[in-house]
C-alpha cells in the first residue's frame, strides 16, 4: 500500500528538512477560487514550457532517411579519436585526423577508440560546432593536451592544442598530426569494365520488390534494416547480393524494373553469381525473358550469359521465381545489346589509400589528394620545427611507438596496408607551470581552393578569438562554465553534479560515428561506446533518452533512426535487445514540446513497432502460445539487455527458447501499448484504442495467471508444453529456486499491471537490502538468490537503465520518495567514480561502487542526465508514464506553472506524482482543476505533487505565495497546438 498523505509528508519532512506550509491567506483565498476563475487570471507574461525544436527544423525531412543532419565534419572516426570528414555520404569514405601528443623522443599517446588510451571527451557542443579531448600524458592533469576542433565552416576547422605542463619541471612535448582515408566495410573489390557503351549493370538488390514463398521470423524484421534477401561481401560488386537463402523453395520471387532503350533487337542478359557446393539450381524467368534458367554450381563469382530478343516499344519488368531446387547468391545481371562476345570483364577494385601530396615547407602546408574521393584536403600549422613523414602501416598503436625513436626517415614503412600522412611537430617546451597553445588549420574542397584557405589560418585564429589570442580559450572557458557553480538554471543542491553530467553529455554527444550502413544507405549513427560499431535498438533508445535533455531535435532524429514507414520490409530497425525505448523516448519528447507534427509522423510508426512486437504483423513469432506470454527468443538471445540475467542464460543453455518465456517482453509491450493508447486519443485515433484495450487485456491475464509466483514473491518465467499451454515455472535446475528473482521477475511493476498486494512485495524486493538494493542502487539479480553473483556482466552490477524504469513508475504510483532514492543513488555513485577517474563506465559493481565496463559509454547510462534535469534543472517537468502533457506554460522566471494533463485510461484512478523544478526563490501553493492538492519540496526549487485519483482530463496551476504581486508572474496556457 501507498502511505497516507501525511505520513508521505512526515517522511519528506524527515529526510529533506522542513516544507513549507500554505500560507493562510491563500487557504483563506482558495475557497473563493474555481478552476474558471483560476485560469481567467492568469497573465500574459509567460515562459512556454514546450522544448522548441530548432527554426528550420522540418519534420517531412525524416521521411526516407535514418542519417543524422550533423555536419560533414565531426568525431565520426572508429579508430583514432579526432575529427572526420565525409566527403560523399553515399560512398561509405571517410577522412580522418587526429593528433597525438606525446613526450619528445620518449611516450607518445595513441587515441584508439576501441580501448582505453588515456585521452577524454572533455567539451562538446550540443550541435558539435566545437568538441574538445583531453589527452592525459601525466595523471592527474599534471601534463596533458587539450585538441580543440572547431568548425570555422563548411570546409573548414580550426585545430588548437593547448599544451599544459602543471608540473615543478619543465617538459618537452612532441605533436603527431596524422590523416588517413577509410573505406567502409564491405567495400567491393569487384568491379566491371566495359568494352562497349551499351551495356547497363544491375545490381540484385536493386529490386522493384521481393517475396519469398516460406517466411521465417526476421522476414518482415531484417537483421540492421538491411533489405531483404540483402548479402554483404567484398567479394561481390558493390559489395552486396541478394542471398539468405533466396532460391531455397519455390515459389521465391524478385521484380526488377528493366526499361529496354531501343526497338526490337537481340540482346543478351548476363547473370553473375555464386552457387555454393556446386549444385545447380533453376529460376523462372518472365517479362522482358520468358524461360526457364539453370544456373551450374559455381563457389566463386561467375557469369551465365542468356541470349534473347528485346520486345518492340521500350523495355518491361524483369520476374526471377524461385523453382525450389537450391539457393543462389545473385549478385545481379547485364544487359547488352552487342550480341558478339562478353561486353565486360570482372576486375579487381584496389583500395587507393596512398595519396597524392604537395609539400610546401617554406609555408607550412600539405596537401592530399586521394583518388577516391572528390575533394582535397589540406593541412597548415603555426609550428616552426616539424617534419613531415609518411606512415606505411594500418595500425599506429604498436607501429608509431616502435618508431618513436626513428627520427632520420621521412618514410616510416610498415605492412604497406595503410598509409597515414604525419606532421610531426616537436619538441613543443614548456617551461614549470606554464602552458603554450599550438594551431593548426584543416580545409577541404577544389585545390585552389584549399591552398587558398591554408593562408588564412592567422585571420580565422583572430577571428576565432576576436583578438588573436589562444583559439582553444574560448571551449576551455566553456568547459569551466559548465562546471562552475554559477550555471544558470541549475538549484543550488545540484552543482556537485556538474562536472560527472558534463563528462557523461561530452561522452554522449562525441559517441558518433560513420558509416554505418542500414536501409540501402550509409548514415552517421549515435553508438553506446565506439566498440559498438554498429546499430543497437535498445542502447541507442537509451542514447536518445539523453538527447531528449540535452538537445532535443538529435532526439528526434536517433529514434528515426529506428523507425521505418508504414509497409516497409522492416516492421523497425532491429539490432540486439528488442527492448521498445523509442516509444519512451517518443512520449518524453512529447511531454516536453507538445508538437503535434511529431506524433502525426511518429504514431504510425510507432504503431508498426508494436504491432510487431505484439505479434500481430507479419511474420513476427512473438506471439504463438496459448498464454500470450510474449518472447522474442527468435530475433535475439537477450529478452531485457542483461547478457548474463541467470534464467535468460538457463533458457538457452537447456535449448528452451520455444518453450519459455520471460516477464519483461511481455510487461514492456503492455506499456508500449498504454502509452500508444494516449497518443491514439491524442489524435483522435479513437478506431485503435480497441486493440490496444484487448491486448492489454490479455496479456495483464496471461501474467497473473500463470506467471505471479507467491512463494518467491516473483513473477516468473513461464514453462509451456510442445502444445504451446503453460505448465508451470522455471526454476533453477541446482537448487529448485524460482529462476527469475530479480528485475525481470519485477516488471510488471513497470507495466501498472500488478494487484495492490504485488505491489508492496515488488517494492519491498527492490528496495530492501537484503534483496535488490545495494550500496550501488537496484541489482539485476536479487542478492538472496542462489545464483546471484559478484563476479557477472550484469548478475552482481548496478545498471542505469532499468532503474530509469523503476523510478518513472514509482512516479506512477505516488511513491516520489522512492523515486528521489533512485535517482540520487544514481547520481551519487556515478559521480564518486566519474570524478576518481574522469571515466563514464558502462556499470557499477553493486558492492564497491566503482565503475566497471566500457569506460566511455553514453547509451544506457543516459538516465543520469534525466535525474539531474529532474532535480536540479529549473523549469523541468517530470511525469511518470501515464501522464500526458496537453499543453503547458512556465511564468517568467519559473515562479508559475500551468499544464493541461490527461492520464492512462487503462487504470483504474490512482494517485500518481509528478515533478516540477520551479524557482527556489518562492514558495507554492498548488492546485488542480481549482482545488488544492498535497505537495512535499526537494531543497528549494522541486516540487513532488500528488494529483488526485482521477482519470479524467484536468488543469494543474502553481502559483507562488510569497511575492508582493504574484499577477506579474503567472503562466498562462499557449494556444492548442492541434487547432
Request: net charge negative; charged share 20%.
Given at each position: 500500500m501507498n502511505p497516507s498523505i501525511t505520513n508521505f509528508d512526515r517522511q519528506g519532512h524527515e529526510q529533506r528538512g522542513s516544507i513549507r506550509p500554505l500560507n493562510r491567506h491563500y487557504v483563506r483565498t482558495k475557497k473563493r477560487l474555481g478552476l474558471t476563475f483560476c485560469l481567467a487570471v492568469l497573465a500574459v507574461f509567460c515562459s512556454p514550457a514546450q522544448v522548441k525544436l530548432p527554426a528550420g527544423f522540418a519534420i517531412d525531412k525524416l521521411n526516407g532517411t535514418h542519417d543524422l543532419s550533423l555536419p560533414a565534419w565531426g568525431p565520426y572516426s572508429k579508430h583514432y579519436a579526432g575529427i572526420s570528414h565525409i566527403p560523399d555520404p553515399v560512398s561509405g569514405m571517410r577522412f580522418d585526423f587526429s593528433v597525438m601528443p606525446g613526450y619528445y623522443r620518449n611516450k607518445i599517446l595513441i587515441p584508439n577508440v576501441r580501448f582505453e588510451s588515456s585521452y577524454f571527451p572533455w567539451n562538446a557542443a550540443t550541435d558539435l560546432s566545437s568538441f574538445t579531448y583531453r589527452y592525459e600524458l601525466e595523471w592527474k592533469d599534471q601534463v596533458y593536451t587539450d585538441v580543440t576542433y572547431t568548425l570555422i565552416d563548411t570546409s573548414s576547422v580550426l585545430v588548437s592544442m593547448f599544451c599544459v605542463n602543471n608540473t615543478s619541471l619543465p617538459q618537452n612535448l612532441s605533436l603527431n598530426l596524422v590523416s588517413s582515408i577509410e573505406y567502409p566495410e564491405n567495400y567491393g573489390a569487384r568491379a566491371l569494365q566495359y568494352n562497349d557503351k551499351g551495356s547497363r549493370w544491375y545490381n540484385a538488390i536493386s529490386y522493384r520488390s521481393m517475396s519469398v514463398a516460406v517466411k521465417k521470423p526476421t522476414t518482415d524484421l531484417v537483421h540492421d534494416g538491411w533489405l531483404r534477401g540483402e548479402v554483404r561481401d567484398t567479394g561481390f560488386i558493390n559489395g552486396r547480393a541478394i542471398g539468405d537463402g533466396f532460391g531455397r523453395y519455390k515459389g521465391d520471387k524478385i521484380e526488377y524494373d528493366v526499361p529496354m532503350q531501343r526497338t526490337a533487337k537481340k540482346a543478351r542478359i548476363f547473370f553473375i553469381y555464386k552457387l555454393k557446393n556446386s549444385k545447380e539450381t533453376a529460376l523462372q524467368l518472365t517479362g522482358l525473358i520468358n524461360q526457364k534458367v539453370v544456373f551450374p554450381g559455381s563457389d566463386s563469382l561467375t557469369v551465365l550469359s542468356l541470349p534473347f530478343e528485346a520486345a518492340e516499344g521500350g523495355g518491361r519488368g524483369l520476374t526471377l521465381t524461385s523453382l525450389g531446387e537450391g539457393a543462389i547468391e545473385l549478385n545481379g545481371f547485364v544487359i547488352s545489346e552487342d550480341s558478339i562476345g562478353q561486353p565486360f570483364s570482372i576486375v579487381g577494385v584496389p583500395l587507393h589509400k596512398t595519396p597524392v601530396t604537395e609539400e610546401d615547407l617554406s609555408a607550412r602546408t600539405l596537401l592530399l589528394k586521394y583518388p577516391d574521393v572528390p575533394v582535397w584536403y589540406g593541412i597548415t600549422w603555426d609550428n616552426t620545427l616539424f617534419r613531415i613523414r609518411d606512415i606505411k602501416n594500418d595500425e599506429l598503436d604498436i607501429f608509431l611507438r616502435n618508431e618513436t625513436h626513428n627520427h632520420v626517415s621521412k618514410v616510416l614503412n610498415g605492412n604497406g596496408k595503410g598509409d597515414y600522412a604525419n606532421i610531426f611537430i616537436r619538441p613543443v617546451q614548456l617551461a614549470p607551470f606554464s602552458s603554450q597553445t599550438c594551431t593548426a588549420l584543416l580545409s577541404c574542397g577544389s585545390r585552389d581552393r584549399v591552398a587558398a584557405a591554408l593562408k588564412d589560418l592567422p585571420s580565422f585564429k583572430q577571428r576565432q578569438t576576436g583578438s588573436g589570442k589562444d583559439p582553444s580559450a574560448g571551449s576551455r572557458k566553456e568547459a569551466d562554465r559548465e562546471a562552475s557553480p554559477e550555471e544558470k538554471g541549475i538549484l543550488p543542491e545540484g552543482k556537485k553534479y556538474l562536472f560527472s553530467r558534463k563528462m557523461l553529455q561530452n561522452t554522449l554527444l562525441s559517441n558518433i560515428v560513420y558509416p554505418i550502413y542500414t536501409q540501402d544507405q550509409y548514415i552517421k549513427h549515435f553508438t553506446p561506446g565506439k566498440w559498438w560499431n554498429s546499430l543497437y535498438t535498445w542502447d541507442l533508445g537509451f542514447t536518445a533518452l539523453g538527447l531528449s535533455v540535452v538537445n532535443p531535435a538529435a532526439a528526434v532524429e536517433c529514434i528515426n533512426t529506428y523507425l521505418t514507414a508504414p509497409g516497409s520490409q522492416s516492421a523497425f530497425i532491429h539490432h540486439g535487445s528488442p527492448v521498445p525505448v523509442q516509444v519512451y523516448v517518443f512520449l518524453e519528447l512529447w511531454n516536453k514540446t507538445q508538437s503535434k507534427e511529431l506524433l502525426r509522423y511518429f504514431y504510425p510508426r510507432l504503431k508498426q513497432y508494436y504491432t510487431f512486437m505484439a505479434g500481430h504483423y507479419g511474420s513476427s513469432t512473438t506471439d504463438l502460445l496459448s498464454s500470450h506470454l510474449l518472447k522474442t527468443w527468435d530475433y535475439f538471445y537477450n529478452?531485457?539487455?542483461?547478457?548474463?540475467?541467470?534464467?535468460?542464460?538457463?533458457?538457452?543453455?537447456?535449448?528452451?527458447?520455444?518453450?519459455?518465456?520471460?516477464?519483461?517482453?511481455?510487461?514492456?509491450?503492455?506499456?508500449?501499448?498504454?502509452?500508444?493508447?494516449?497518443?491514439?486519443?491524442?489524435?483522435?485515433?479513437?478506431?485503435?484504442?480497441?486493440?490496444?484495450?484487448?491486448?492489454?487485456?490479455?496479456?495483464?491475464?496471461?501474467?497473473?495467471?500463470?506467471?505471479?509466483?507467491?512463494?518467491?514473491?516473483?513473477?516468473?518465467?513461464?514453462?509451456?508444453?510442445?502444445?504451446?499451454?503453460?505448465?508451470?515455472?522455471?526454476?533453477?535446475?541446482?537448487?529448485?529456486?524460482?529462476?527469475?528473482?530479480g528485475l525481470d521477475g519485477a516488471y510488471p511493476l513497470i507495466a501498472?499491471?500488478?494487484?495492490?498486494?504485488?505491489?508492496?512485495?515488488?517494492?519491498?524486493?527492490?528496495?530492501?537490502?537484503?534483496?535488490?538494493?545495494?550500496?550501488?542502487?537496484?541489482?539485476?539479480?536479487?542478492?538472496?538468490?542462489?545464483y546471484y553473483r559478484i563476479d557477472g556482466y550484469w548478475n552482481g552490477a548496478v545498471w542505469m537503465p532499468h532503474q530509469w524504469f523503476v523510478w518513472k513508475a514509482m512516479m506512477d504510483i505516488d511513491r516520489s520518495d522512492l523515486a528521489f532514492k533512485i535517482a540520487s543513488r544514481g547520481l551519487d555513485v556515478y559521480k564518486k567514480e566519474t570524478e576518481t577517474s574522469y571515466y563514464t563506465f558502462e556499470h557499477f559493481l553493486a558492492a564497491s561502487g566503482r565503475g566497471a565496463g566500457w569506460h566511455q559509454f553514453s547509451g544506457l547510462s543516459t538516465p543520469v542526465l534525466s535525474w539531474f534535469a529532474a532535480y536540479y534543472k529549473t523549469g523541468t517537468v517530470t511525469p511518470g508514464f501515464e501522464i500526458w502533457i496537453n499543453r503547458q506554460a512556465f511564468g517568467d522566471n519559473y515562479s508559475s506553472y500551468t499544464a493541461s494533463l490527461s492520464f492512462d485510461e487503462t487504470t483504474a484512478p490512482h494517485k500518481r506524482a509528478l515533478l516540477v523544478c520551479m524557482n527556489p526563490a518562492f514558495g507554492y501553493r498548488v492546485l488542480f482543476n481549482g482545488k488544492t492538492i498535497p505537495f512535499t519540496r526537494i531543497g528549494k526549487g522541486v516540487l513532488q505533487l500528488t494529483l488526485p485519483a482521477t482519470n479524467e482530463t484536468g488543469t494543474l496551476t502553481i502559483l507562488p505565495t510569497d511575492r508582493a504581486n504574484p499577477r506579474t508572474d503567472r503562466a498562462k496556457l499557449p494556444a492548442d497546438r492541434a487547432k
Open positions: 529478452s531485457g539487455g542483461w547478457d548474463d540475467y541467470p534464467p535468460q542464460s538457463g533458457v538457452h543453455e537447456q535449448h528452451l527458447e520455444q518453450r519459455v518465456t520471460p516477464v519483461v517482453t511481455t510487461a514492456q509491450v503492455i506499456r508500449m501499448a498504454k502509452i500508444l493508447r494516449m497518443a491514439a486519443r491524442a489524435l483522435d485515433s479513437l478506431s485503435d484504442l480497441k486493440e490496444y484495450d484487448r491486448d492489454i487485456s490479455r496479456w495483464t491475464s496471461g501474467l497473473q495467471n500463470y506467471a505471479w509466483d507467491a512463494r518467491s514473491g516473483y513473477f516468473s518465467y513461464v514453462v509451456h508444453d510442445s502444445a504451446g499451454k503453460p505448465t508451470g515455472f522455471f526454476r533453477d535446475p541446482v537448487s529448485g529456486a524460482n529462476f527469475n528473482m501498472g499491471v500488478c494487484t495492490e498486494g504485488q505491489r508492496d512485495i515488488l517494492l519491498d524486493k527492490i528496495f530492501s537490502p537484503a534483496h535488490m538494493w545495494s550500496p550501488s542502487g537496484i541489482t539485476v539479480v536479487d542478492q538472496s538468490a542462489p
